[in-house]
Structure formats: C-alpha cells, structure tokens
C-alpha cells in the first residue's frame, strides 16, 4: 500500500475562506434543503433559548401566587416573550401552549437531523460521483505519478470528512448562531443589567476558549499522526509477512509494535489531558459567573427584589442563561477548529476534481463523438486499421525523451512485431498508438487522419489490448470476459474461451462460467490470467490488436494453442505484437528492432536473419539457451534413470 495514503496532511493553522469557497456549489446547489434547515433551527433555537426558559420564568413566578387553599388549577400564568409579546393563560392553556411547544420542538428537531443527514449524504454522493468520473477521465500520466493509495484515501475518507464538516458543522455555526441571537435579546429585553454582568466574563472565555481548542487541536494531530505510523507499520509488516518470517526477525518486529503503539498512548493521553483541564476550566468560569449574577442579584444594589416571585423567576432565568451564552462560545471554537481540520481535506479532493485530463478531445470531436461518458456510437467511422507515425518523439518526464523521432507505416491488415532489449521504448510505442499518451512532437494517423482529430472513445473501442500483467476483475469467469464487450451472450464468451484454449480450465471450477473469482484473481496463475485477457480482447473483434508480452506467462503447448488460433484471428487485422519470447513472432509480416527509442532494423524473419544483425543475434542467443536447456533436460533425464539403477 502507498505510504502517500497516510500520510499526515501539511496541517493548515488558519481558516482559508478561499478554499472553502469552491466548495459552495456543493452546498449550495441543495439551496431548497437549506432554507428548510434553517428555518427548522430558527424554530428549535427559539423554542430552547427563548420560549421554554421565558414560560418556565412565568410559572415559577405564577406558582407562589396561587390563592391559599386553591390547586396549581387555578394558577393565572402571565407569560412574556420577546418583541413584546404578552400574553395570559391559565392552567390548562399554559399545558396547552407548552405541549404545543414541545410537539412543535420535536418536529422541528426531527426535521433538522433528518435533512443534515440527507443534506450529507448528497454532499458526499456528489463528491465522490464528480472525484470519481475526473478519476476516470485521467490519463495515464496522472496515475503514473500518483499512488492508488491517495486516490482512495481522498475519495473514502475526505469527502466523507468534507461532507459532515459541510452539514454538520455548517448546521452547528448556524444553530450556535441563532442559540446566542435568541438569548441575547431575551437577556436584554428582560434586564440590561444582568445581562451585562454575564457578558462581562464572556471575554475571557473568549480568549481562554480558542487557546485551548488550538493546544488541543495539536495534541490531536500529534495522535493522529502517532497513529498514522502505526497503520503505516502495520501494512509493511503484514504484506512482509513471510520475508519477516524467512528472516527470522519476529522478536525484532514485537519491538518495534511496542514502540510504536506506546507512541499512540503517549500521544493520546497528553491530548486527553488537555481536554480533561479544557473541561474543569470553562466549567469554573461558567460557575464563576453564575455566583456573580447571584451574588450581585440578591445584594442590595436594586438589581431585582430576590424575595417576589417575579425576582425568583428572573434570577433562575439568568442562571440559565450563563450555559446558554457560554456554550455556544466554547463549541464555536470547537466547530472552528473542525473547519480547520477539514481544509486540507478539501484542498485535496479539489485538487483531484480540478485537474485537467492531459488528453482531452477538442470541443469540435465532442460535438461529433460524444464523452467519453456519452460517446456517439452513431457517429463512428470504421476503423480500417492503416497506422503511421510521422516523426513522433515522446518523454514522460519533461527534458529526457525516450522516444525519438520515429517514422513508422504499418499497412492496414497487417502483423507487426517489436522486439528491443528491456527499456528500449515498445510498451511506449504500443501506448502511444492507444493514446494512452500521446507525442510530444509529430503525429499519430490512424487511416490517413491525426487521430486527435477523433475522439479517443473511437480509437479505443477499436483496439483490443492484452497487456503482460492483465487485471483480473472480482467477478465471474463469464463477467470477467465480457468486460470486453458488456453485451456479449454467454455462448460468445465461451468460443472466445475455446479459441484461446482455456474453456476446459473454466470448466473444471466449482460453478464453470459462474465461479466467481477473488480479488485481483488470486486463485489464477499468471498464464491464466492472460489467457482471460486474451479471450477478453478477442470478444471484442477489434480492428487493432496489441499485444504486450501477452503470452510471456504462458507455457509453450499453450502458446502455439494460441499462436495456431491468432494466425486465424489476425487475418484482415491490423496486430502489434511486442515479444521477448523470439519463436512467437517468427512468422509476424514485419518485425521491428528497437533500442534506446529508436528503430534500429527493420524487416521480415528472413530477411533480419540474412542481414546478420542485431536480430540475428537475439535470436541465435535465444536459440542456443533454448538448445542448452533441452540439453540440461537430457542430462537430467539420464541422472533418473542411473538413480533408479543404484
Ligand atoms: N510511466 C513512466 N514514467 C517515466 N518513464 C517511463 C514510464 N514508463 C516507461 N518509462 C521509461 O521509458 C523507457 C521505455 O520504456 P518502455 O516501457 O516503453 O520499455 P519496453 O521496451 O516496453 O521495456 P520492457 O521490455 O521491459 O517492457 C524506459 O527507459 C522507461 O524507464
Ligand atoms: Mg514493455
């Protein structure tokens, strides 16, 4: 696995409004959503901060009021709400109107939480969905410099980060918001003067708060950090497994576990520290506080008179309202910190979703092919297969070229071989043709015309490509085969299976056809899994077949299986087919001999192996291992038969 996927994020320390700004068409393309949400908040924000402390002031006064011998059912409750609302009830009323309220609270309540998971999940769907199809339409230049293990990690991890921080954490800045608006004016309209005695310490809190969620904020990256490591370590000591154990380096390894997970619990329990003391402070501030209303409240200062029950319900009033005000500002530097957090997250996934495909098709093929998403199969020319390469130089890094000016025809129907030493440039040809890449300088003509001047779904869907490593899916054998071609009947899938000779194989598993394979095909050998590749592009009929080291796994009974089948699928095709294996291509119209990007011989078997060149030499190399190994096999054979002697 890519360390890159674990790897601890430059942590910002200040809020960036501008990356956060790209993420508003996320958030706001469900504006509907929104304004339900917040209208909901705007309800329950008012019923806890306002409404339900203001009634519950209003019966705490009303109750010593009763007349002597009645029941609390005949208690008159004079209620006064903000804005100047007032309003009188009795008993009954007073039940009534609180229940309404309680109804109205929890479904206000029900309706916030049911669309921030909603608002969530559709945050999160278009995330990944826009991550995904950009993942897709990336060429491979993209992913040879980036780990498959940060792509995961940005589209499983961070857009479900981005996604709660964007609703959860957007719900509560807004909630916090309305909570301390809501108590504010109900402080204010009840007693300026005791407000201000709560608002007095409310600085403190306001500088002791962000200190400590910034100190906490640390502690927790260092955990996670701590923790990062060891996930880091754990990956490399399982896929390591065996070479751990050949070596004989457990003891070393239970060590290194200790130290490793010792360092998580050092990590955890500093920041664990942190938010324990976090915890007793803001709760003796807020005691602090809630003494200094009380105190200045019944001293003689004419605050209020603690002894009519109107005093009494304010004074209870306002002790409540010290936790209504101080929360709201602790959490706010908690959620800040969140958005902090979650930062980097987005600069990534954005920077995913935001980079250019280096092969893009001009806007005038799209208009004619389609996407590649929506290609305008309709509008397809038929490939014929006629292929020139006019001077076409390529480098995958900028400034060291690996192909150089390469002038090429490979006529229309016919075979070509490329053989070259390991790194001479085939592989790179082959891509090239596919427009995996495409060059640096010159052209591609694919029958005559620049093939950028069609789209790159056309191209593709003409090309069938059995690569030396083929990529088995986590499917059926019948699926797996007809990935090639998603239409394909079964019976179709079998005669590809035949041709390439691996339907007795297939047949011979638990469910034929059906038997599903594991993960990248484990339970396949190589060989094996190229002949599904083979069988794979074969289903697909294409006009242009290449062929990478396809059959370097595969034994050689089996090759010649598939030479004798090829020789009949080739015909009217235009194949490349690159080979070390130098039998394979004897019989192939043209073989090329490349060297550091170059070609550097050209021709048919014949005629290579008459100019007594470099060809000639690989192949005669070939021949004489192949002579030596035959001879190895004698010997062998002849040491047998005196074993059974003796
Ligand atoms: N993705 C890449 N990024 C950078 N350089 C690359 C990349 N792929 C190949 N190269 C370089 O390009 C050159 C040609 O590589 P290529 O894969 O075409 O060789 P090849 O002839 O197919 O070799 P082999 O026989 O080993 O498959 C090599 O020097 C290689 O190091
Ligand atoms: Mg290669």
Redesign the pocket.
């Known amino acids: 696995m890519a360390n890159f996927a674990f790897e601890e994020e430059k942590a910002p320390s200040k809020f960036n409004l501008g990356v956060w700004r790209k993420m508003l068409r996320y958030t706001f393309r469900n504006w509907p959503l929104l304004i339900v949400l917040a209208l909901s908040m705007l309800l329950t924000t008012f019923y806890d901060s306002s409404f339900m402390p203001l009634m519950n002031a209003a019966a705490i006064a009303a109750i010593p009021e009763i007349p002597l011998g009645q029941s609390v059912a005949g208690m008159i409750i004079n209620v006064e709400l903000i804005f100047g609302i007032r309003f009188t009830l009795d008993f009954v009323g007073f039940a009534l109107v609180f229940g309404a309220g309680i109804l109205i609270r929890s479904l206000s309540i029900f309706v916030t939480f049911f669309v921030t998971n909603y608002f969530d999940m559709l945050i999160n769907t278009s995330l990944r969905r826009d991550a995904f199809r950009r993942a897709q339409e990336l060429s491979?230049?993209y992913y040879?410099r980036t780990p498959s293990g940060w792509l995961i990690a940005r589209m499983q991890n961070d857009t479900s980060a981005i996604s709660d921080t964007l609703s959860w954490g957007l719900i509560r800045i807004v909630w916090i918001t309305f909570e301390l608006l809501f108590t504010l004016i109900t402080m204010f309209s009840r007693d300026v003067r005791l407000s201000l005695i709560i608002l007095s310490i409310a600085p403190l809190l306001m500088i002791v708060a962000p200190i400590f969620q910034r100190l906490l904020l640390k502690a927790q990256r260092k955990a996670r950090s701590a923790y990062s490591n060891f996930v880091r370590w754990l990956v490399e000591c399982i896929n390591g497994v065996k070479t751990i154990k050949t070596l004989n380096i457990e003891e070393k390894m239970y060590e290194e576990a200790d130290d490793v997970t010792m360092n998580i619990y050092v990590k955890r329990r500093k920041a664990f520290k942190i938010h324990a003391f976090f915890m007793p402070v803001i709760n003796i501030l807020s005691a602090a506080t809630t003494a200094l209303v009380i105190l200045l409240a019944t001293a003689n200062f004419g605050l209020l008179d603690a002894m009519t029950p109107a005093g009494v319900a304010t004074l209870v009033l306002f002790i409540g309202f010290v936790s209504q005000i101080y929360n709201p500002i602790q959490e706010f530097s908690e959620v800040a910190n969140e958005f902090i957090e979650t930062q980097a997250k987005v600069e990534k996934v954005m920077s995913l979703i935001e980079t250019k495909p280096e092969i893009v098709d001009t806007p005038k093929v799209v208009a004619k092919y389609g996407t590649l998403f929506d290609n305008k199969k309709e509008n397809f020319e038929p490939l014929n297969g006629d292929l020139v390469f006019e001077h076409v130089s390529f480098s995958?890094?900028k400034d060291?070229e690996?192909?150089h000016d390469l002038n090429l025809h490979i006529k229309q129907g016919t075979s070509l071989a490329?053989v070259?030493?390991?790194?001479?440039?085939?592989?790179?040809?082959?891509?090239l043709l596919c427009r995996f890449y495409e060059p640096t300088t010159g052209r591609i003509l694919v029958d005559g015309i620049d093939y950028k001047e069609r789209s790159v779904g056309w191209l593709r869907s003409n090309i069938g490509y059995v690569q030396?490593t083929p990529f088995v899916f986590r499917a059926s054998f019948y699926d797996n085969v007809r990935y090639g071609r998603p239409e394909a009947s079964l019976e179709e899938v079998i005669a590809a299976c035949k041709v390439v000779g691996v339907h007795d194989f297939i047949m011979a598993q638990k469910d034929g056809y059906q038997t599903e394979l594991d993960d990248g095909g484990s339970q396949l050998s190589g060989g094996q899994k190229q002949l599904i590749s083979f069988a794979r592009a074969i289903i697909r009929n294409p006009r242009l077949l290449i062929l990478?080291?396809a059959t370097s796994s595969i034994d050689t009974e089996s090759e010649g299986v598939i030479q004798s089948a090829m020789n009949k699928i080739l015909q009217g095709r235009t194949s490349i087919i690159?080979a070390?294996r130098l039998s394979t291509i004897v019989n192939c119209d043209r073989i090329l001999v490349?060297s550091?990007?170059k070609i550097i011989e050209d021709g048919s078997h014949c005629e290579l192996m008459s100019r007594k060149g470099h060809y000639h030499h690989l192949y005669m190399n070939q021949f004489r291992e192949l002579n030596l190994e035959s001879q190895i096999a004698t010997y062998e054979e002849q040491i047998e038969k005196m074993d059974v002697k003796l």
């Open positions: 491979f230049s040879d995958y890094v060291t690996v192909i490329i070259g030493e390991t790194g001479s440039g085939k592989s790179t040809t082959a891509n030396q990478d080291e690159i070390h490349m550091e990007g």
